[in-house]
């Protein structure tokens, strides 16, 4: 098994920056990527950012390139999220997941999932 816990989440005005964490634990060594996911009210939850966790080779959706920014500490079994530039349409609950596919992208390759944490942007 593999626990995921992430913090970070909060609020923020438009154009603010917001830093989740995501920190792993339990059989580390059985993934190959780890992802960020957001669920905002009423939608399906849609990948965001992803890394490959030998690589550190990234994905980003289009709706967040050139914004946020995913990086990983293999030793520390952590993996963050920097969003910056946040506007309304960011808000969302976050979760942080884990996939035994290095390039993992479609929800049902990942099998480890955290609480979530939610950001709200106001406009």
């Known amino acids: 098994q593999v626990q995921l816990v992430e913090s970070g989440g909060g609020l923020v005005q438009a154009g603010g920056s917001l830093r989740l964490s995501c920190a792993a634990s339990?059989?580390?060594?059985?993934?190959?990527?780890m992802g960020w996911f957001r669920q905002a009210p009423g939608k399906e939850r849609e990948l965001v950012v992803a890394i490959d966790w030998i690589s550190g080779a990234p994905y980003y959706a289009d709706s967040v390139k050139g914004r946020f920014t995913i990086s990983r500490d293999n030793a520390m079994n952590r993996v963050w999220l920097q969003m910056n530039s946040l506007e309304p349409r960011d808000t969302a609950v976050y979760y942080c997941?884990?996939?035994?596919?290095?390039?993992?992208?479609?929800?049902?390759?990942?099998?480890?999932w955290g609480q979530g944490t939610q950001v709200t942007v106001s406009s």
């Open positions: 339990g059989r580390t060594f059985s993934f190959a990527a």
């Open positions: 997941a884990a996939s035994r596919y290095h390039s993992g992208r479609a929800l049902s390759d990942y099998d480890y």
